[in-house]
């Protein structure tokens, strides 16, 4: 438990660096507008139920989610494990997944997922730590050299009016 909050920092670190995802709101700043709402605290943590169990992103929720936190785009890093289906020296296996999903669709945009069946020694708290910081920092490394701007977005500022259109360099391109 008491690694999760220096990986996610170091995660939120690396994002922001990546220049193809704008402005990437941090978990502090992301903390602060759920503490001050509980209303909001509430729908975040719906909207994250049942997009980690399902898959699916509640429209409806995230298009509060979106207005309220002020973030087109949604990151979400999935960390979880499941007993193996095929023999594996542990019978367990983590599965890592970074996914961004556009708020107001909610379409997956792009995802990166990682496997990994988990040896007998890896067990241990601290083999354990040792292999969620690599595998985390592989998944964030992915999903960075994989990641483009949608083309989508680019083709959607240019139906927007001149006015009111954004500059390449606001959406990461």
Known sequence: Q?????LMGQVEI??????TLGKVTGLKER????DSNPKLRSEFRTYL????LTGISEKNLAWKLEEELNSPLFLLLDFVSYPCTKECPSNVQLVIRLKLIEAHSGDLIFQV???HNLDEDEKIAEAYNELAAKLTATV???FASGFIVPWHR?????LKPESVRKLRSEIGI
Do not use: A
């Open 154 to 158: 680019w083709r959607f500022e240019h």
């Open 31 to 34: 903390n602060h507008k759920l």
């Open 2 to 6: 008491k690694v999760w909050p220096e």
């Open 49 to 52: 139920s049942t997009l980690t």
């Open 140 to 142: 964030v490394d992915e």
């Open 113 to 115: 997922r990682l496997q």
């Open 14 to 19: 690396r994002l922001k660096e990546m220049s």
